[in-house]
């Protein structure tokens, strides 16, 4: 079945939202992965209170207010067949990017490339290991389940582009046409 988003008008003109009909997954997985996200989230909103800065997108609790205002309606129209819920845009444009910015920190983490200016992507890669150990997957699941619930919220806002194709290199001439071009019947010499 395809989860068609229909245009939601507000009464704010720069709020952006759909509506989202039959929601994968039942409530139980939906519970689930607002647990994991929310355990996440706030785990990362304490280590900002002890002075360790984050990436913009999570900074001053942007993420997981977003997740807050996503993760309740979700839950509870999830498994409803025809159930529906209105989706904010820039909730769903929130929890995706907390989720690159979070995937960048453990990429950094890994190839320990360092950055001048952004002290704290160690302490925060910590925190996502932690978090993940308590839950018993890897970090690099716990951080693309935020990625993972922001298509699943609104799968046609957020449809991953097709990646552009390479240019091909010009293949080196012999002098006669491409065999694809050459004429029908003619024979090579």
Known sequence: MSPVPYPQT????A?????????PGDRVVWAARSAR???LLLALAEIEATGVELPAPVAERRALRAWTRSA????????LR????????????ALADA?????LVLCRARHRIPRPGDPGTAAVA???????RDRDIAAEQLVAELGRAARLLAPAHLRSSPAPAPEAAPAPSTGRPPADRDPVGAVGG
């Not at 309740?72 to 498994?79: F, L, M, Q, S």
């Not at 025809?82 to 444009?93: E, H, I, K, N, R």
């Not at 989720?99 to 995937?103: E, K, N, S, V």
């Not at 910590?126 to 993940?132: C, E, N, S, T, Y």
Request: glycine share 10%.
């Open 15 to 23: 709020r952006r939202t759909v509506l989202r009909r039959d929601l």
């Open 126 to 132: 910590q925190v996502l290991h932690r978090v993940a």
């Open 82 to 93: 025809g159930a529906s819920f209105t989706v904010d845009l820039d909730d769903v444009d």
């Open 10 to 13: 507000s009464t704010d003109p």
């Open 72 to 79: 309740g309606p979700a839950v509870r129209v999830a498994g």
């Open 37 to 39: 996200i929310s355990g």
């Open 99 to 103: 989720g690159r910015a979070l995937a």
